[in-house]
């Protein structure tokens, strides 16, 4: 084949001012001009060139070496192509105005290299789903396409083989077919419309209401031992990218390159000390002007929740605990005290982990404000304490994970640091860490056993509803629907109103867990990826609407799956925009047995479909004002019972906003009380089932063993936490009637 020389390639390369990345070449085996043309844009990032333009040059010099072959069988300078290039790069070796002019020319076809591979000099994000992918029909040629086909040949250099995996691959030629359009991570066809280009613009600040991070942990010992190779490469502070190793039907196998951009990129040699800085540490100051904030961490089981969130020694926790009990010296802050109170939620249930895991319930009150009547909290002086209370609660955690849950991965854990008022007890700010149940347990299923279903159920709903959670806040919606879980039910206040949010999603950046990393990556990608919808001005190119609204559905099929509820009549459903739907982990016909796990919420076809229907009914994407709220006080002493009835004043205070018009107040009346009928006829299923099953049991018994005291104590405990249910509903529905009847009257 090829004759040419390493010194062709090094002066091919100077010509068009690429010469910096020959010594990167040459350590992968691009010792010429032929080699180089093996090169797929898959590849221009794991060889090292990221920069837009450097990109673009790469890509233009080997689609003009490729139209030229004669230029590649002898000496580059003097031939056409040598020529060619000269005047396509212009003396000063700049391909943007020829890039540029393909862009715009290709309407309908976008071709991948100027799309899904676009670089990202200003955090254009880029996907690639080449596996995915399928030609538009409108495509019939184009004027630079990207060749649809390019070969991988033994000649060639074989980057595959950097991750480990190539060894078996057949040693015949690969031919990897590319594809002439692209899809994006959950496999939506990216279209030219720009959004990207829109969402880019949006920077990252440290003081931005949600912040989405990316941590990467290192390779562990064991992985080490295995030889497992490293797919996830940070580049830069903002960009991730995962290598996912592919084969094809045909046993090719090769790469699939993935990039996502956070606000930040954590590589695996980050320390605590670096991730809080630039995660909770902003946070910490926001509490001190009243705020309520969450920092939680979200990845899969080993992936480095609990070592960043909540290591004992080391955990963000301690570090927010010192510069908090720092913050609390100043004079000013003299009248604030810390408490700490931490607590678990398992199958939907809360358990005090400072108080032998007694079973707690959330009630709201008059206010609205949620309150976790009897969790116990300490005083906390300085951050030695905060980290006795915390190693108390940690180890009623593990011991009780041999009763209650398998393993601390099952179970969503709550820390939090509350500031209130020395003398009035009111909370003037609250942290929130949170280490999530790992995420891959929602995607439990199949032979597992009930409990086990059950637990992967409650898991998956919660970390959807979760995400939700943090879309409402990022767009200011009107409804937050914090009441699908109990995760998100507790962290109510953390979702409305002047709070903050960060997250931080940890992967583990081994080959065979890349199934999972990838799934992190694009839940936490969705959580950002809305980001851009606030942030997006007026006159932004419509067509970026119209991207958006096939991209980003608010509430996509899946997403329902897990709030169906067979036994609520259908005019009882037929609102749209029912975000008070609540099933509860007792629910034993939850209809979510088998949810579908969170990283398969994106279905194309039907996401298409449910979004476009949301269009319609999206308002125009125009500056938002954002509407924040005064910070919350309240007197409520988490330890405290909720009384039912509040004080006229109370109660008007506690409407929802003073801009809410009565339109909007019987909209949100109309669907807290469907709710509550389906709640309490659920409990009501759940209660006859349990009444049924003690008598069936005493029947059997007739003539034999009476009923035992056991079966009869299970049954009133049962029955206790039902009542409890029921009483929190009746009493949540009860108070708003009462707020609304005394607006009325006081009107
Ligand atoms: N960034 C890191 N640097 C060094 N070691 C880490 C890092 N992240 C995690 N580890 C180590 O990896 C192991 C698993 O981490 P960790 O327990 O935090 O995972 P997890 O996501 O909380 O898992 P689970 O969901 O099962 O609780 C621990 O031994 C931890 O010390």
Same mark, same amino acid.
């Given at each position: ?16 001012? #690429? ?5 990167? !070449? ?7 001009? @032929? ?6 844009? $898959? ?15 790469? *890509? ?14 002898? +000496? ?12 396509? !790069? ?12 393909? $862009?715009? =020319? ?23 789903? *080449?596996?995915? %992918? ?5 495509? /019939? ?64 600040? %440290? ?66 000390? +670096? ?30 929740? /609990? &070592?960043?969130?909540? +290591? ?72 030695? $304490? #905060?980290?006795?209370? *915390? ?10 994970? /041999? ?11 709550? &820390? ?16 929130? *860490? ?9 995607? +439990? ?72 990393? #990838?799934? /992190? ?16 001005? @007026? ?22 799956? &897990? ?50 229907? =949301? ?19 309240? =007197? &409520? ?111």
């Amino acid at each position: 084949m090829s004759t040419m020389s390493a010194s062709d390639l090094l002066n091919t390369l100077q010509t068009v001012e #690429l010469d910096q990345y020959y010594s990167n !070449f040459s350590c992968f085996g691009i010792n010429n001009v @032929d080699s180089l043309l093996q090169l797929t844009m $898959q590849d221009y990032a794991i060889v090292g060139v990221h920069s837009m333009e450097d990109r673009k040059k790469l *890509f233009q010099l080997i689609q003009t070496l490729k139209s030229e072959p004669q230029s590649r069988s002898g +000496d580059i300078r003097g031939t056409s192509a040598l020529q060619t290039l000269k005047s396509e !790069f212009g003396s000063t070796g700049s391909l943007l105005p020829k890039v540029a002019s393909v $862009q715009s =020319s290709t309407v309908q076809y976008q071709p991948v290299s100027t799309r899904a591979e676009a670089p990202s000099e200003s955090g254009v994000r880029r996907r690639a789903s *080449f596996g995915k %992918l399928r030609p538009p029909s409108s495509f /019939t040629g184009g004027s630079a396409p990207v060749s649809s086909t390019e070969s991988l040949t033994d000649d060639g250099p074989n980057l595959s083989g950097r991750f480990g995996y190539s060894d078996e691959a057949p040693r015949t030629p690969k031919v990897v077919k590319r594809p002439t359009n692209t899809l994006n991570a959950y496999g939506i066809p990216i279209n030219s419309g720009g959004l990207s280009t829109a969402r880019s613009s949006s920077l990252s600040s %440290l003081n931005d209401r949600i912040r989405v991070c990316v941590r990467k942990r290192p390779l562990n010992k064991k992985e080490q031992k295995r030889n497992e190779i490293d797919i996830a490469a940070v580049n830069g502070r903002r960009t991730i990218s995962i290598n996912e190793p592919k084969v094809k039907v045909d046993l090719t196998k090769y790469v699939e390159q993935h990039e996502f951009i956070f606000d930040e990129a954590f590589d695996a040699d980050a320390t605590n000390d +670096d991730v809080y800085k630039r995660t909770a540490f902003p946070l910490v100051e926001y509490i001190f002007t009243g705020g309520k904030a969450t920092c939680f961490a979200y990845g899969q089981t080993g992936s480095g929740k /609990t &070592f960043t969130m909540l +290591d004992e020694k080391d955990g963000l926790y301690v570090k927010a605990g010192r510069d908090v009990f720092a913050t609390l010296k100043q004079p000013q802050y003299a009248h604030l005290a810390a408490w700490g109170s931490f607590y678990e939620i398992y199958q939907g249930h809360l358990y005090d982990l400072l108080n032998a895991r007694k079973r707690l319930y959330a009630r709201e009150d008059g206010k609205q404000q949620v309150c976790i009547a009897g969790l116990t909290e300490h005083e906390v002086s300085d951050v030695d $304490q #905060l980290m006795q209370i *915390f190693e108390y609660g940690n180890n009623a955690r593990s011991t009780g994970a /041999t009763g209650a849950n398998a393993d601390s991965s099952r179970s969503h854990a709550i &820390f939090q640091i509350v500031l209130k008022h020395k003398n009035k007890k009111k909370i003037e700010g609250k942290l929130s *860490f949170i280490d999530l149940a790992g995420s891959e347990r929602g995607a +439990d299923r199949g032979d597992a056993d009930t409990k086990t279903r059950m637990e992967g159920s409650e898991i998956n709903k919660s970390l959807l509803a979760l995400k939700e959670c943090i879309r409402a806040l990022d767009q200011d919606s009107k409804h937050t629907p914090f009441r699908q879980s109990k995760l998100t039910q507790v962290l109510k206040d953390s979702f409305i109103g002047n709070s903050r949010t960060c997250m931080i999603a940890t992967i583990s950046p081994n080959i065979s867990n890349s199934e999972h990393t #990838l799934n /992190t990556l694009r839940y936490a990608d969705r959580v950002k990826e809305l980001k851009g919808d606030s942030q997006i001005s @007026d006159g932004e190119d419509p067509q970026e609407e119209h991207v958006e609204s096939e991209t980003e559905p608010l509430l996509s099929d899946t997403d329902e799956g &897990f709030i169906m509820d067979e036994e609520i009549p259908d005019q009882l459903m037929s609102d749209d925009h029912d975000d008070h739907l609540f099933d509860d982990a007792d629910d034993e016909s939850a209809g979510s047995d088998n949810p579908p796990p969170p990283q398969q919420e994106a279905k194309p076809e039907t996401t298409h479909k449910s979004k476009s229907s =949301s269009v319609t009914s999206k308002p125009p994407l125009v500056p938002r004002t954002k509407h924040v709220a005064p910070p919350r006080s309240t =007197s &409520f002493k988490a330890s405290e019972e909720v009384s039912p009835v509040k004080s006229v004043s109370d109660v008007t205070q506690a409407e929802p906003t003073p801009l809410a018009s009565e339109a909007e107040i019987m909209e949100d009346f109309i669907r807290l009380h469907r709710q509550h009928i389906r709640e309490i006829t659920e409990v009501n299923r759940v209660e006859s089932k349990l009444l049924v099953n003690l008598t069936m049991r005493m029947g059997k018994q007739v003539g034999g063993e009476q009923l035992g005291s056991v079966s009869f104590d299970s049954y009133v405990k049962e029955l206790d936490a039902l009542m409890e249910r029921k009483l929190e509903t009746v009493l949540e529905v009860r108070n708003r009637v009462k707020q609304i009847v005394a607006g009325r009257q006081l009107g």
